[in-house]
């Protein structure tokens, strides 16, 4: 149990060679929910786009795909996930790919700035969560979408003991944050036999 719990206490902040395998881990593992997710949201050319706790910078790669001319921003509080995601994205690095380090808590970016804010699996780890959503809130454009991928899990679940400062929300508990924070037309989407997507838009 050692072991499994120093791998997965990775999971809010990867750092060194256990953190690295967990960035593998993760673009690996979260691909079937992001793609499922993103596959929700009706895409739109010359987006500009951030993913929250980008990790390994899969989810990043992805949504440069899905626009034509985008730009795609992505933020971690991890070096070794900004070292990753920008790795994984090379070829579009400081053209129309843009990585760097920093907390959801005081975004780096400028008011009304994103048509899409992404964030797979990383609000359990977002403290004081309904600050963090009126961050988001701030930098979305008037009817720009916030999405949040995650799969769901009790807040007895095993994760929540073995994952250090990690707090389980439900889609439902979520929903009414995201309204709290002035979001508006949010849904709830699931997929069997864990997944849910809540989608908010700013007003």
Known sequence: MGLLKSFFSQCARPEGFLGRVML???????????????????????????DIGCGGGATIKRLLKSSKNAQVYGIDISEESVAKAQKVNAEALNKQVFVCQGSVEKLPYKDGMFDLVTAVETVYFWTNLPDCLQEVYRILKSGGLFAIMMEVIG?????????????AYSPEELKTMLSD?????????????????????KP
Request: net charge neutral; glycine share 10%; proline share 3%.
């Open 155 to 167: 807040s007895d679940s095993m994760w929540t003991n073995v994952v250090e400062g990690m707090t």
């Open 181 to 201: 924070a002035g979001f508006i037309q949010m849904e709830i989407y699931r997929k069997k036999p864990s997944y849910a997507a809540i989608i908010g838009v």
């Open 24 to 50: 593998w881990f993760m673009n690996f593992g979260h691909a079937p929910l992001t793609n499922w997710g993103l596959g929700l949201i009706e895409m739109r050319d010359k987006w500009t786009m951030l």
